[in-house]
């Protein structure tokens, strides 16, 4: 088994030769990455800065001459993937270790989001108690908080470096067996207003033999099926909840950006897609919702999130969007309206209940869908069981007509 370590090297070599120890004493073989600029390294590593560079196009010297960080940290960070996704294909990569302040983070998580899913990634990082969305994007990073800097060794950092580096021992020598059976996989989305839906969508289908994956539809979760598609993990969508979409338009915090809905379309992996959770946009606690936004339609879900309804006007540009979106397919599509409600919330006698803005979306959509992309009307709402039997029937069709050649 083999962990490889990504670090600077010029300012970090004490504490990455000191994890280096850490797994060597546990039997693993160990492969550091330098991906240090501006100095020179305390012990050679197996692939030089040098190399690092080389790999993301650029010289290492290059780098040095110029002396931007910002450059060199990004060109290192593409270095390093590179380096990470090779070794990886020649089967000497099984985990991998970073450990760093900023920079560092930036560069070794770089290496850790070009790897697949699964393989184990962590990082131990100053960074760590912050947002760390941008280091994690939708992969399965761990972060690790370095409590103190990764600057020498004391018996605070080298216990922190300990941990962490028989946390990675723990991943890599004690894969799990996990049963898998060849069964088609289906990606589904989910929001707490589509919950039930959903549950009960993903029930029929693992009935008639799917595999399910339900992804949260919290901007990450719908990248993260995105990336899954696109690896050819997930082999149909039903995409009940692409709320994301009304938080990219509108300015909330959970947007997925605008290349939600493009995987399965450029794959012509069969997809049914809904309206789920459209007629809301996600602001976090009541006091953070833009000063803009104060007289709009507002629902508290709970003392972290608020809710703001959808108007008329948005949700006619949502239509056209998702409709330009799935026009693009160059599989089996379907579009799925639910006529009675595109969540809990937008159901007769609920805060969000607006038949003018569901219409307006409901308009769009039609007018603007190509006569290739499915369209299919149901009058419930989309937790009614007769909406679920609706989208997961056709959903099936595509797949066994896919599977048969039909």
């Known amino acids: 088994m083999s962990v490889v370590i990504v670090g600077t090297l010029d300012t970090k ?31 050679e590593p197996d692939t030089s800065a ?7 196009g650029t010289d290492l010297e290059t780098l040095r ?29 099984d985990g991998v270790l970073g450990l760093g302040g900023s920079g ?15 393989v184990p990634k962590l990082m131990v990082s100053t960074m760590a108690s912050g947002d760390i969305e941008p280091y994690v994007e939708a992969r399965d990073v761990t972060m690790m908080y370095s409590v103190a800097d990764v600057e020498g060794l004391n018996q605070l950092t080298r216990r ?76 149909a969508v039903l995409d009940v909840t692409t709320t ?15 290349e939600r809905l493009d995987a ?57 969007i998702i409709a330009e979106k799935l026009n693009a397919a160059t599989g089996p599509t379907a579009l799925a309206l639910p006529l009675n409600g595109v969540s809990m919330l937008s159901v007769e006698g609920e805060d969000f209940y607006d038949p003018e803005a569901d219409a307006a979306l409901f308009d769009a959509l039609r007018e603007s869908l190509d006569d290739h992309v499915e369209l299919i009307e149901v009058e419930a709402d989309i937790n009614d069981e007769a909406f679920v039997d609706a989208i997961v029937d056709r959903l099936d069709e595509y797949v066994t007509a896919q599977n048969t050649g039909e």
């Not at 560092?104 to 699964?118: D, E, H, K, Q, V």
């Open 264 to 320: 399965a379309a450029e794959t012509g992996t069969p997809q049914v897609v809904s309206v789920g959770a459209l007629d809301m946009v996600n602001f976090g606690p009541e006091d953070s919702v833009p000063e803009e936004f104060h007289d709009r339609n507002l629902h508290v879900h709970n003392p972290q999130v608020t809710l703001m309804r959808t108007t008329p006007a948005e949700c006619a540009e949502l239509g056209e």
């Open 104 to 118: 560092n983070t930036s560069i070794a998580t770089a290496a850790m989001r070009a790897l697949p899913y699964g």
């Open 50 to 56: 040098a190399e690092v560079a080389a790999a993301a």
């Open 160 to 235: 922190i470096i300990s941990n962490a580096a028989l946390a990675i021992v723990g991943m890599v020598a004690n894969e799990p067996e996990i049963e898998t059976e060849e069964k088609p996989t289906v990606g589904i989305t989910m929001f707490g207003v589509t919950t039930p839906g959903v549950q009960a969508a993903r029930e029929r289908l693992e009935d008639r033999g799917y595999e399910t994956i339900v992804f949260h539809a919290t901007g990450t979760g719908g990248q993260a099926m995105e990336n899954l598609v696109e690896q050819g993990v997930i082999d």
């Open 244 to 258: 994301e979409w009304a938080d990219e338009l509108v300015g909330g915090v959970l947007s997925a950006g605008p």
């Open 13 to 43: 070599s004490e504490e990455i030769g000191f994890a280096r120890d850490v797994l060597e004493e546990q039997g693993l073989d160990v492969h550091v990455v330098d991906a240090g600029v501006m100095g020179e390294p305390e012990f």
């Open 65 to 93: 001459e110029d002396a931007d960080r910002g450059e060199a940290t990004a060109a290192m960070g593409e270095g390093a993937a590179a380096v990470a996704q090779e070794l990886h294909d020649e089967g000497v990569l």
